[in-house]
C-alpha cells in the first residue's frame, strides 16, 4: 500500500504498519459482530417456523 508520506509518514515504517493492521483487525472484529447479529435473527426464524407448525 502507498500512502501520503504527509499524512501516514513513511509507508514502510512499523508505526504505519502497525496502524494498518489495526484497522484491519478492527473491521475483522466489526464483520464477527455483524455476522454473529445476522445469525441471530436467523436463528430466531428459524425457531419461530419450528414453533408455528
Not at 514502510?12 to 435473527?41: C, D, E, H, K, R
Amino acid at each position: 500500500m502507498v500512502f501520503c508520506a504527509v499524512c501516514f509518514g513513511d509507508p514502510t515504517s512499523p508505526l504505519t504498519q502497525g496502524y494498518n493492521w489495526a484497522v484491519i483487525a478492527l473491521l475483522m472484529v466489526v464483520t464477527a459482530v455483524l455476522a454473529a447479529f445476522a445469525m441471530l435473527f436467523l436463528n430466531f426464524r428459524k425457531r419461530e417456523k419450528a414453533f408455528l407448525k
